[in-house]
Every structure is written in structure tokens, then in C-alpha cells.
């Protein structure tokens, strides 16, 4: 079974995110923890799981992928669990209250799903030994940070997926010159940049990356415009990392390729859509929410690839070549042939440049997941500064 609370409009989604006045706390708080429509008490031997999210569940993007996971849960689990969510909770110390709230009403395993929650999600888990934490997008564990044994970190590598869509992405310019409206600098948006341009290159060494940050990772007006803004600048080819379908709507206009993320957006913009790198967050949460029913939960930083099918690309457009599909296929292939723990094959394939020219990759290296947590660099071909 599942509950939920209700819907608002609002969106936040940023990292270190800029404290907001005290009336304006105490307005968001009070949406974000609306009432929930169960009574709040768990019967039986049921299990009660929360989610809480950035944006609302229906943002078409990372948000909207997420509540999908905690679908997924629920039916799979029945009258084991009982589920939860919180919506538009923003970055930054008012996630913490939210959280609170969640733990004084049962819930036994809390799933936050943007990076701006770590510190609440790490400080709530030192104080409640008996409840289990899943932070999705975290950092700390693999960095070497020490932090509660009761708390998780889990993500995918989206890059390889990115990386994929890049192939089809340099046969669709016909200019070479690619248009990337970014949200912000930080590693993980910044090596999934880093993998679409080399998946590019490999099948066109000519084509070129502009990126436009936006600072923003939902905020219609102005993804639209950094969308307008790349495509004057002459890009002719779209790829949005942020969760609006603001640049589809430029791209549409405009009649050029779209590249999508998080989610699969083709049937609202079937005349551009080529495809987008997506993410299966459920069966690793269900795994989870199973382990806390039988006991036997514990830390594992988890990292999902293409091999073990937690993350993946979203159909492909009628416009996408037969050619490139199978050259598409051909890496996903490769990709599926490793183990569960195989990511990131190309990054090795050759030399690897950043803008200045420096190799900072070198032929045959396998990238480790510490290198691609604190990923800072562009590589040769991307325009656009990695520091924003």
C-alpha cells in the first residue's frame, strides 16, 4: 500500500543552495510535509518506507523517475510495506525537518533523491541508529568520508548511458557543433558531459560541445533560454541534462535533433526526440526495503550499470538511422557482456585530453569510481568552462 501527500507546483533542485527567508522556510516546509492521507500507523509485520523529493512527481524527468522506483516498491511488496513521499522538499537545512517528520511518523528506511540532502540524511542517521538511510547521488562513502553504518550511498553510471547517446548524437549534427544546456558543475553532471562528447567523437572526431550552465535543474524559463541561447550560437543538435522539456520545445521549434534525461519523453516530442540516458532506481530499492523486513540491511554503496540494467537509454527516436541504432546496440553490448560491477569501457579506448591539451586519461586506463566522483575537467572538443 502507498500514501501521499498532496501536490504543489513548486520546484527547487540546486547544490549549496542559499538559505531562504524565514517566512519563505516556513511556506515550503509546510507544503513539502503536507499531511499524509493514511492515519500514519503501520499494522502488522508492515514496513514503512519514505521517499523524498526534490521536485514534483510529475516534472516528466528525475523526480517523476524516482516516484516510478517507489511504484515499483509498493506493488512488488503489497501489504509488506507501507509507502510514502515527500515532494518539492528543497536543498539545504529545511530538508532536515521533513526528515524528522518522516521518522517520528514509523518510517523505517528513508530514500532522499538529490545530493543537497546528504548532510540531513547523514546527521539524521547518527541520530537514529534503528533507522536506515539511502542517500541516492551521495558521494561521502566513496570519497572515504566517514559517516553511519546505517547510512547508504546509491547511483548508476548514467555517463555510460550518456556515452551512448552521444553515437547518436554525432551522426545527427550536421554542422558538428552540439549544444549541451547544463545544470550544475559538479562531477556527476560533468563526467556524464564528458562521456556524451567522447561517445560523439568516437563515430565524428570533427564534432564540437558548447555548454551552457543554467544553474538551475528545473526551471522552465531559463532552460529555454540557454536552449535559444546555444542554438543562435549555432548548435544544431539539443541534449538537456536538467528535468524540463524546456530545449525539446526549442528543439521542436527549431526542428533539431533532442537528447532527454531521466526519463523517456518521446511521445510529447516524437519530431526530435533521438533518446535519452534513464535509470531503473526500483529493483535496488526493493532489494533494500526487503533487506530491512528480513534483517539483513547493510551499507553497500551501491553503483548500478548498464550490465545489471540499472541504468539504460529510453527508446530510440524515428529519426535515429537504422546505422547508428546498431552502432548504439554494438555498445550496449559490450557494456551488458562485463559483470554488474563493469563500467565506463571507453574512457581508456585512447589518450584522453582536457581543454588545455593535457592527457588526464591515458590509453588503457580503467577509471575508478573515485575518479569519476571528483571528475572536474572538460576534455578536448567541449566548450564551456567546467567551473561554471
Not at 159 to 184: M, R
Amino acid at each position: 500500500m502507498d500514501t501521499k501527500p498532496s501536490h504543489s507546483n513548486r520546484r527547487f533542485r540546486s547544490v549549496g543552495i542559499v538559505a531562504l527567508a524565514l517566512l519563505g522556510v516556513f511556506a515550503v516546509v509546510a507544503t513539502a510535509c503536507g499531511k499524509s492521507s493514511s492515519s500514519g500507523s503501520s499494522s502488522g509485520g508492515t514496513v514503512k518506507a519514505a521517499w523524498i523529493y526534490v521536485g514534483p512527481i510529475n516534472d516528466g524527468g528525475w523526480t517523476q523517475a524516482h516516484n516510478a522506483g517507489r511504484e515499483f516498491v509498493a506493488t512488488q511488496l503489497g501489504s509488506k510495506v507501507q509507502t510514502t513521499y515527500k515532494e518539492n522538499v528543497p536543498e539545504g537545512p529545511e530538508v532536515a525537518q521533513v526528515i524528522n517528520d518522516l521518522i517520528k511518523d514509523g518510517n523505517k528506511i528513508i530514500f532522499a533523491t538529490s545530493y543537497g540532502y546528504k548532510e540531513a540524511m547523514q546527521a539524521a542517521a547518527q541520530a537514529n541508529p534503528t533507522v536506515k538511510f539511502e542517500m541516492a547521488t551521495g558521494d561521502s562513502i566513496t570519497l572515504g568520508q566517514t559517516v553511519p553504518s546505517n547510512y547508504n550511498e546509491y547511483y548508476g553510471a548514467g555517463e555510460d548511458s550518456l556515452y551512448v547517446t552521444g553515437i547518436a548524437a554525432g551522426k545527427a549534427t550536421k554542422n558538428n557543433t552540439i549544444g549541451v544546456s547544463a545544470p550544475f558543475p559538479i562531477p556527476e553532471v560533468i563526467r556524464g558531459i564528458n562521456a556524451f562528447t567522447l561517445g560523439a567523437q568516437s563515430v565524428n572526431p570533427a564534432a564540437k560541445v558548447n555548454v551552457v550552465w543554467t544553474k538551475t535543474w528545473f526551471d522552465p524559463a531559463v532552460e529555454r533560454q540557454s536552449a535559444e541561447s546555444l542554438v543562435s550560437a549555432g548548435a544544431d543538435t539539443l541534449f538537456s541534462h536538467q528535468d524540463s522539456p524546456s530545449a525539446g520545445e526549442v528543439a521542436k521549434a527549431n526542428n533539431l535533433p533532442w537528447f532527454g534525461y531521466d526519463s523517456d519523453q518521446s511521445g510529447s516530442y516524437s519530431s526530435v526526440w533521438q533518446t535519452a540516458a534513464t535509470y531503473n532506481w526500483g529493483p535496488f530499492e526493493l532489494s533494500e526495503v526487503n533487506k530491512v523486513i528480513d534483517g539483513t540491511w547493510k551499507q553497500n554503496n551501491y553503483y548500478g550499470t548498464i550490465a545489471d540494467n540499472f541504468t539504460g537509454l529510453a527508446q530510440y527516436g524515428s529519426t535515429v538511422a537504422a546505422a547508428t541504432k546498431s552502432a548504439m546496440d554494438a555498445e550496449v553490448a559490450k557494456a551488458k557482456a562485463g559483470d554488474a560491477k563493469a563500467f565506463g569501457w571507453y574512457w581508456g579506448l585512447a589518450d584522453r585530453q582536457d581543454q588545455d591539451g593535457k592527457t588526464v586519461i591515458t590509453k588503457g586506463q580503467t577509471l575508478t569510481m573515485k575518479d569519476l566522483y571528483t571528475m572536474s575537467y572538460f576534455v578536448k572538443g567541449i566548450s564551456g568552462s567546467p567551473k561554471g
